[in-house]
């Protein structure tokens, strides 16, 4: 249902190191580059799935997060969560929540909670439990 994601960064190459790196943990890889003076960039496992683009925003202004506004990634195991999580710590994310199970236990969600170095927050999170 989602094609991609757009992150603002105001340091596009440490944005591009910390991606690069975070996202070959799930077989991601930089599929485009923009030479433009913004430095959109582009990463997925193909441009079928779900992407994340890294870019300066268009106006020209700051980029800055958004509150309330959060980009979750799905994982196969607690396991890929608890590694993913810890990289994005290792390439100079900030913790926004261990990883652990929220919400009741039988439904199965399991995630931890980062923000990248230009504050954006991203979940890394898999589920048991299938929705009906």
């Known amino acids: 249902m989602i094609g991609y994601v757009t992150l603002g960064s105001n340091d596009i190459e440490a944005a591009r190191r910390f991606y690069e790196a975070l996202l070959a943990e799930i ?3 930089q599929l485009m580059q923009l030479p433009d003076d913004r ?3 582009m990463y997925g496992r193909s441009g079928r799935e779900p992407m994340i683009a890294v870019t ?3 106006d020209g202004n700051a980029a800055t997060v958004g509150n309330g506004m959060m980009v979750a990634l799905p994982m196969e195991s607690r396991e890929q969560v608890d590694r993913f ?3 994005a710590l290792e390439l100079g994310g ?4 261990a990883p652990g199970t929220r919400g009741p236990e039988d439904m199965g ?11 954006n ?3 890394a999170y898999h589920i048991t439990r299938r929705a009906r």
Do not use: I, N, Q, V
């Open 27 to 29: 077989g991601a890889r």
């Open 39 to 41: 430095g959109y960039t």
């Open 56 to 58: 300066r925003p268009a």
């Open 85 to 87: 999580h810890a990289k």
């Open 94 to 97: 900030s913790d926004e929540g």
């Open 109 to 119: 969600f399991y995630g931890g909670y980062f923000r990248d170095p230009d504050g």
């Open 121 to 123: 927050k991203l979940c």
